[in-house]
C-alpha cells in the first residue's frame, strides 16, 4: 500500500522559508515522477512543481526561481525549498506520484498525500 506523508508546513511572514517534505512508503522514487501541488480555498488544485525519475524539474511560473524541488531516492523523501514566500502561496499544499508525467500535468496521479498547510501573513 502507497502511503505519501508531508510535512513542514506551517505560519511565515511574507519573505520568510519553508522546507516540505514528503516520506514514501510502498513506493519507488526513483521509478516515479513526483510533483508538488496547491489548493488554495476557493480554488482549484494546481501544480507547483514536477521531478522525473532522472532528476529534471519543471516549475510553474509563479513560483519559478523562489521554491526547489528535489528528492533523495535512497531516503524515498521528495522535498520542496520555498524561499521568498508571499501571501498569494498560502494553501494546502500536497505531494503527488505516478508513474506518467501527464497524469501529474492533469492534476490525476495514481497517488496523493494527505496535505499539509502553509501560511504566508503580509
Known amino acids: 500500500q502507497v502511503q505519501l506523508v508531508e510535512s513542514g508546513g506551517g505560519s511565515v511572514q511574507a519573505g520568510g522559508s519553508l522546507r516540505l517534505s514528503c516520506a514514501a512508503s510502498g513506493l519507488t522514487y526513483s521509478v516515479n515522477y513526483m510533483g508538488w501541488f496547491r489548493q488554495a480555498p476557493g480554488k482549484e488544485r494546481e501544480w507547483v512543481s514536477i521531478?522525473?525519475?532522472?532528476?529534471?524539474?519543471s516549475y510553474a511560473h509563479s513560483v519559478k526561481g523562489r521554491f526547489t524541488i528535489s528528492k533523495d531516492n535512497n531516503e524515498n523523501t521528495l522535498y520542496l525549498q520555498m524561499n521568498s514566500l508571499k501571501p498569494e502561496d498560502t494553501a494546502m499544499y500536497y505531494c503527488?506520484?505516478?508513474?506518467?508525467?501527464?497524469?501529474?500535468?492533469?492534476?490525476?496521479?495514481?497517488?496523493w498525500g494527505q496535505g499539509t498547510q502553509v501560511t504566508v501573513s503580509s
Open positions: 521531478i522525473s525519475p532522472d532528476g529534471t524539474t
Open positions: 503527488a506520484a505516478d508513474p506518467a508525467r501527464f497524469r501529474l500535468l492533469v492534476a490525476s496521479p495514481s497517488y
